[in-house]
């Protein structure tokens, strides 16, 4: 059975770090695109970052990049997402998800995630 676990989120002042782990069972995250979402209240959950399968490529949303960083811990089977300079428009529900899609792309979609965690609630306070 496959699940996907997500934790690390909570309360953190803007400029403030967190990192969000997500643990995999069921599948093996090496094998697979991984990649993380968020969804703010009222908002449609939107791309944040995801890795190739080889852990090489990586991309980032916009409104992230330079701040946020995918990493991934194959022993551990355990993708991570390092928060960092958070802002209050950070503030979501955050969710990682997997990918079966052959080709490596950096324009990711819903859709193109099979499995999803429950997610978890990070809240950033000005």
């Known amino acids: 059975q496959v699940q996907l676990v997500e934790s690390g989120g909570g309360l953190v002042q803007a400029g403030g770090s967190l990192r969000l782990s997500c643990a995999a069972t069921?599948?093996?995250?090496?094998?697979?695109?991984m990649g993380w979402f968020r969804q703010a209240p009222g908002q449609d959950r939107e791309f944040v970052a995801a890795m190739s399968r080889a852990g090489v490529s990586k991309t980032y949303a916009d409104s992230v990049l330079g701040r946020f960083a995918i990493s991934r811990d194959n022993p551990k089977n355990t993708v991570y997402l390092q928060m960092n300079s958070l802002k209050p428009d950070d503030t979501a529900v955050y969710y990682c998800?997997?990918?079966?899609?052959?080709?490596?792309?950096?324009?990711?979609?819903?859709?193109?995630?099979?499995?999803w965690g429950q997610g978890t609630q990070v809240t950033v306070s000005s």
């Open positions: 069921g599948l093996t995250v090496s094998t697979l695109i």
């Open positions: 998800a997997t990918s079966q899609r052959p080709l490596w792309r950096t324009n990711w979609r819903t859709s193109d995630f099979d499995y």
